[in-house]
């Protein structure tokens, strides 16, 4: 070959080396339009990093009509730019702030005009992330028993309703929660050494002072505390309560197991249901009791999960949640299994007409109330999926459970969720937070008071 | 120890002939059969009794004596007797 074919051969593959890649780009930009333009939820643009853009970007959907002329005046008159109208989409137009505010107070002030304003949501530059320092991929978490998870994410599997769930997946976009937060657990007590949990099982600080009780003395309360025995070994010997812990907070991201609604969060364990499934009054008051002497002590416990309860009342039992209320902890309950409309025949405690207090109902798979949940008007608040739930079990273990117990902790843990974003929320405003974030079902209307079924992402403020 | 569906059926005729002061004899199995129950207390709470509102999965035992029916619950950690003159039992 000699000098001139050598180059023509050269400069022939170098163009064609460009084309290719050029094509390949191409492709994968047409793939992440079509992803974002189905709203598919299942396409994984992995691992992906999301951050606010470096100078605030607001992008703003004004009321149909609204002219150009007229955004630009708004603009000016907010000390903005119009940088860019979308003309796709009518009245979308991107504004750049020139006064040195956070993309997040752009909005809301855009917000505060709904006359003028349909939405105004901050600008976030996507970053693909090939390092492997990334954080996690938030739309889909490595566990992989996740896909049988569809309280979490439905996208109607097993005939299942695509998005009859808690919208998890949009929380965690957010927030996958915090080591900050702690849930105490009042069940049959946790497995604390499963693998799926050991991570996220609250140790007591080493400067909070051991468990003092007048009439049982110091107790090693070391993973929580066991009123059936009346020591600090709170290990579940029924699975129940294991189940209940792996909802609100089995590690998330860890490629074992399934994804609890926290990926992070302290669960502390307390155990007053024996082997069997069954507590006494007397049990369940000691528990809540050691409860409000850890949050006095210092620890930041602020949500009890409590998938029990009975028909009979108790004024004790009522009066220690009240004193959990006073001490700023919700206390989140089962509605109960009987099918009944519990504002005739209430179940206690989720029936105590107390401030701090959230009764849930269960939802099947297909957004419809659970055959067996009960259901109230007044007395029941809200609604969670508790039909056939994946959660952790005994002995290292995974296993579906249905119950009103189960729809109870999706609350707790959503509640958990939202405590790791706004932690000086109080307990009242946390309560509101959840009923007011509900996604409305029919299938609710008139059982419920609520009306709907929780929303983790609109909860936590995703949305 | 785990109870079988054979040994809660024993337990139950021996539990009911006891009640009635009859012989076992005079114990009808009617039905044995398997049921979901709506919590860990398989429906059947006792007094002053804290149940898991998990949905229970165990037997449903009927049996009968002289004409009257008696319905016992149980699953493989637990026997109760159900709706006994007005009141459940857990044995």
């Known amino acids: 070959m000699n000098r001139q074919n050598f180059l023509g051969h050269l400069m022939l593959a170098l163009a064609l080396i460009a084309l290719a890649a050029f094509a390949g780009q191409m492709r994968r930009w047409q793939h992440r339009s079509h992803a974002v333009l189905r709203g598919d939820r299942h396409t994984t643009i992995a691992p992906r990093r999301v951050e606010p853009t470096a100078s605030a970007e607001v992008l703003v959907r004004f009321r149909p009509g609204t002219t150009v002329e007229s955004m630009r005046s708004i603009a000016a008159r907010l000390h903005d730019r119009l940088e860019d109208e979308i003309e796709a989409v009518d009245g979308l137009a991107v504004i750049e702030d020139e006064d040195g505010r956070t993309a997040e107070e752009v909005a809301a002030e855009y917000r505060s005009m709904p006359s003028l304003v349909e939405y105004a949501e901050p600008n976030f530059r996507i970053n693909l992330d090939t390092d492997a320092t990334a954080e996690p991929n938030h739309e889909h978490p490595d566990d992989p028993m996740f896909d049988e998870q569809w309280s979490l994410d439905n996208h109607g599997q097993n005939g ?10 949009r929380a965690w976009a957010k927030t996958t929660g915090s080591s900050e937060v702690v849930v105490a657990v009042i069940d049959s007590g946790v497995d604390y ?13 080493p400067d909070v002072a051991q468990y003092t009780d007048d009439e049982l003395g110091v107790i090693d309360d070391t993973y929580g505390f066991n009123a059936v025995s009346d020591n600090g070994d709170p290990m579940d010997q029924n699975g129940h309560g294991t189940h209940c812990a792996g909802i609100i907070g089995a590690e998330g991201g860890n490629h074992l197991g399934i994804a609890g609604v926290n990926w992070k969060v302290e669960i502390m364990p307390l155990k007053f249901i024996d082997a069997s499934g069954s507590g006494t009054t007397k049990d369940a008051i000691k528990a809540i009791n ?28 009522e009066d220690v949640i009240r004193e959990a209320g006073e001490e700023g902890i919700l206390f989140i309950a089962a509605s109960g299994n009987s099918s009944a409309d519990a504002d005739k025949s209430p179940h206690y405690p989720a029936s105590y007409d107390l401030p701090n207090v959230i009764s849930v109902a269960a939802l099947n798979r297909q957004d419809e109330l ?23 079990w005994l002995n290292g273990d995974f296993r579906e459970a249905s119950g009103t117990s189960m729809a109870t902790p999706e609350v707790a843990g959503v509640a958990a969720l939202v405590l790791s974003a706004e932690s000086e929320l109080s307990m009242k405003e946390l309560r509101e937070r ?3 974030s509900v996604d409305k079902l029919d299938s609710l209307s008139g059982k419920v008071s609520s009306g709907g079924r929780i929303n983790a992402a609109r909860a936590v403020g995703a949305e | 120890m785990a109870l079988s569906k054979e040994d809660a059926v024993k337990r139950a005729r021996a539990d009911l002939a006891q009640r009635l002061g009859v012989s076992e004899d005079n114990i009808e199995e009617d039905a044995v059969e398997s049921a979901d129950f709506p919590d860990m207390a398989l429906g059947a709470p006792i007094e002053d009794e804290m149940s898991a509102q998990m949905i229970a999965s165990g037997w449903r035992i009927r049996l009968k004596s002289s004409g009257q029916s008696y319905e016992y619950r149980a699953n493989r950690d637990q026997l109760r007797l159900y709706n006994y003159k007005g009141a459940n039992y857990r044995l």
């Open chain 1, 193 to 205: 050494t499963h693998q799926d949990l050991m991570n996220n099982i609250w140790v007591r600080p």
């Open chain 1, 290 to 317: 050691y409860v409000i002497d850890r949050k006095r002590a210092g620890v930041n416990v602020r949500i009890i999960s409590a998938s029990w309860g009975s028909t009979m009342y108790s004024k004790a039992l």
């Open chain 1, 370 to 392: 659970a055959s067996f949940s009960n259901y109230g008007a007044k007395r029941v608040h809200i609604a969670a999926p508790g039909a056939e739930i994946l959660s952790t």
């Open chain 1, 434 to 436: 959840l009923l007011k």
């Open chain 1, 160 to 169: 299942g309703k695509t998005l009859a769930d808690i919208s998890a997946v």
